[in-house]
């Protein structure tokens, strides 16, 4: 028998029912509203992310996974490249951002002072980071990769 969650179903998800989780480091908060974990998601992984002022990402690609950035507030610089450095852009409050799968690169918030918060999605059912910088794997991220 498919759980309850499989079955097509339109499902709100509300602050309180998200799986907050910090993200890459402990500057970062990951609030997960759609994955295979918290609705049953077979394709689809989207959350709110937090960053502190000043902090950014691991070198890193997420795999298969196509990722949509939607700035709610702040701003924010992205590298990407072979290395995950060689090419930037800035972005702003309502700029969205394109990351191709497999693309390496790096988020940063680019404000010494404001919160970055985005809207990430990507069309895989959990969080997939693959990390190339030298520094742990990842598994002991919360939810790990995969």
């Given at each position: ?11 709100r ?5 998200r799986q ?15 994955s ?7 394709q ?19 795999g298969d ?10 701003t924010a610089r ?11 852009m800035g ?23 404001e919160?970055?918060v985005?809207?990430?999605t990507?069309?895989?059912?959990d ?5 190339l ?8 991220d ?5």
């Amino acid at each position: 028998m498919v759980p309850a969650y499989h079955r097509a179903m339109a499902t709100r998800i509300r602050p309180a029912d998200r799986q907050t989780t910090v993200g890459q480091h402990a500057g970062m908060e990951r609030s997960i509203a759609i994955s295979r974990p918290t609705v049953g998601a077979d394709q689809l992984y989207t959350a709110v992310v937090s960053t502190a002022p000043g902090e950014k990402t691991r070198i890193h690609h997420h795999g298969d996974c196509e990722t949509s950035i939607y700035i709610l507030s702040g701003t924010a610089r992205y590298t990407w490249g072979p290395t995950g450095t060689e090419h930037e852009m800035g972005a702003g409050t309502g700029d969205v951002i394109y990351i191709p799968a497999g693309e390496i690169h790096v988020e940063e918030n680019a404000s010494a002072a404001e919160p970055l918060v985005v809207v990430l999605t990507r069309n895989c059912p959990d969080s997939h980071v693959v990390y190339l910088d030298g520094g742990p794997d990842g598994s002991d991220d919360v939810p790990a990769p995969c």
